[in-house]
């Protein structure tokens, strides 16, 4: 199966119909898609992922090799608690813990989530559009979008069959936008009861994943997909993934206009499907919704 590529500036011009069409269709049966042509500065992204590998290198791997969690090796004993990872979290907005993150990468993380929360607000807002909302529901339903980006190695790993790199689950948030390695790896996603290889990314493609909160919120239209790291004997893995996510306070809930009618007579449902039977289902609940408000 050929994961979806969806190239942002198709959103503009004779492409556009058939661009939104597309991404309606990834994030509705995939839950996640690669992201071409995404305007994020290639250099910016290149000086990112250097950084990154050079703080690893610097000030971590040797510290994560003689950890306890690297331990578990040293007794060939399978563990199913443990994430092979060496990660730390950065928080952009709304209050930014700059200061607890490396010097070394503070300025360039800090333009880098400029860059892609502008990335992130454009998907909202073509995704909204999809589901005949305004562009900016999404937006204003995150009530203050709180971003954050965990940066993470996934290191080598000896014994791959022993460890999990990170156990399978869905992300809790919103738009999850993924910077990963060009050779190394181990991301996977489950669709349809099988286990998809994520390859390594090209030309600084951008992943996409959707977050818990826009399944709700599209009152399960689009999908949050279950996802899993595996950890690799031949290399690390470098994983950016940027969280465009609701405001703490944010009250979750699905968009009025994509429920089902709340309520109604069954009669007055029986009468109307009589002269409907063969049509669609969804446009029958919609319809029906709005004859009886």
Same mark, same amino acid.
């Given at each position: 199966m050929e994961i979806p590529e969806?190239?942002? %500036?198709?959103?503009?011009? =004779?492409?556009?119909?058939? +661009?939104l069409s597309l991404l309606h269709n990834?994030?509705?049966?995939?839950?996640?898609?690669?992201?071409?042509?995404?305007?994020?500065?290639? %250099?910016?992204?290149? =000086?990112?992922? %250097?950084?990154?590998?050079?703080?690893?290198?610097?000030? /971590?791997?040797?510290?994560?090799?003689?950890?306890e969690k690297a331990k578990i090796l040293d007794y060939e004993?399978?563990?199913?608690?443990?994430?092979?990872?060496?990660?730390?979290?950065?928080?952009?907005?709304? /209050?930014?813990?700059?200061?607890?993150?490396?010097?070394l990468l503070r300025a360039t993380v800090f333009?880098?989530?400029?860059?892609?929360?502008?990335l992130a607000q454009q998907l909202a807002a073509v995704m909204s559009e999809n589901l005949g909302l305004g562009k900016d529901y999404i937006e204003k339903a995150f009530s203050k979008p709180s971003v954050?980006? /965990?940066?993470? =190695?996934?290191p080598r790993c000896s014994h791959p069959e022993l460890v999990m790199g990170l156990r399978e689950h869905t992300d809790a948030g919103g738009?999850?936008?993924?910077?990963?390695?060009?050779?190394?790896?181990?991301l996977e996603f489950l669709k349809d009861g099988k286990w998809i290889i994520i390859p390594p990314t090209e030309g600084n493609r951008i992943f996409v994943n959707l977050g818990d909160q826009i399944e709700v919120m599209t009152n399960g239209i689009y999908k949050s997909i279950c996802h899993r790291v595996l950890p690799n004997k031949n290399g690390s893995r470098l994983s950016i993934a +940027?969280?465009?996510?609701p405001g703490a306070d944010a009250i979750i809930y699905p968009a009025p206009k994509l429920t089902y009618p709340s309520q109604y007579r069954f009669q007055d449902y029986l009468n109307f499907y009589s002269t409907t039977k063969f049509s669609d289902k969804v446009s029958r609940f919609q319809t029906t919704k709005a004859i009886l408000k």
């Open positions: 969806i190239k942002m %500036d198709q959103l503009h011009g =004779k492409k556009r119909s058939e +661009t990834a994030c509705a049966q995939w839950g996640f898609f690669w992201l071409e042509n995404h305007g994020v500065n290639e %250099d910016l992204m290149n =000086k990112m992922k %250097d950084l990154v590998n050079k703080h690893y290198e610097q000030d /971590k791997e040797k510290n994560f090799y003689s950890s004993k399978a563990s199913s608690n443990v994430d092979w990872e060496c990660s730390f979290m950065y928080r952009h907005q709304p /209050k930014s813990n700059s200061h607890d993150i490396p010097e333009e880098y989530a400029e860059e892609v929360i502008k954050g980006i /965990k940066v993470a =190695k996934y738009i999850i936008l993924l910077f990963q390695d060009e050779l190394v790896p181990g +940027t969280f465009y996510n």
